[in-house]
């Protein structure tokens, strides 16, 4: 079985990534005085954060829905729109979304520019401008263990089974409990040919919510 097995859809508490939403240049200052604007700026934000969530789980299409809704909210993120075309990528291609992600990217937060270019270049294929990216990101966040999981994932698809398995063993060091890591993890030792049966056992404790064994040294 590979990442995409379900007991990797369980027990991850909501994303929390922080963009910021409401600085946005393209919002007006008057917009984002009424309430209304402000409600809809943050309704965006929190499903953008539950459509990463979802991806981290492999709940692809509720990630699709949750980021296409956080589109409707806020028509004018980058974010909403990366994210979406960076889930529907595992099966059904948005090249719509893609393509709106691309053109709304340079009205992006740097911030969130970063994660927006990263997910685009991926998509495109484009391999040296997405490790710069990548790395870019993980020097802005290098204890963010959502980014972590989304760049030691992609390296996992890359075949980079080194490199992934040393970024999620960072994951496991701020939440020894992060399930998505912990399932990914044991697929990357097995790619790399290193199983690993001690750790193993901790991956159905964490995805029921259980308490973790204290890593290795």
Known sequence: MGPDHPGARR???RAQIRFATRDRAHIAPAAVRDAAARDALEE????????????????????????RKAAEKDPHSALAYAVWSFAARRGEP????LQRAKSLASRA???ERLLV??????????????IRTMNDLLSRFPKDKHILYLTSEWLYFQQDY?????????????????????NMLGYANIEAG?????RAHRIPQALCGGPAATAES
């Not at 539950?50 to 829905?65: G, H, K, P, R």
């Not at 080194?162 to 912990?182: G, V």
């Open 11 to 13: 027990g991850n508490e």
């Open 44 to 67: 965006a934000r929190t499903l953008i954060e539950t459509a990463i969530d979802q991806y981290e789980n492999v709940l692809l299409d509720a990630s699709i829905a949750s980021s």
């Open 94 to 97: 948005a090249p719509e979304a």
């Open 109 to 111: 937060t740097p911030d």
């Open 117 to 130: 270019d990263w997910m685009l270049d991926v998509q495109q294929g484009s391999m040296l401008p997405a």
């Open 162 to 182: 080194d490199r992934s398995r040393k970024m999620m063993e960072k994951i496991l060091e701020l939440d020894p409990n992060f399930a998505p890591a912990l």
């Open 194 to 198: 290193e199983p690993n049966p001690d």
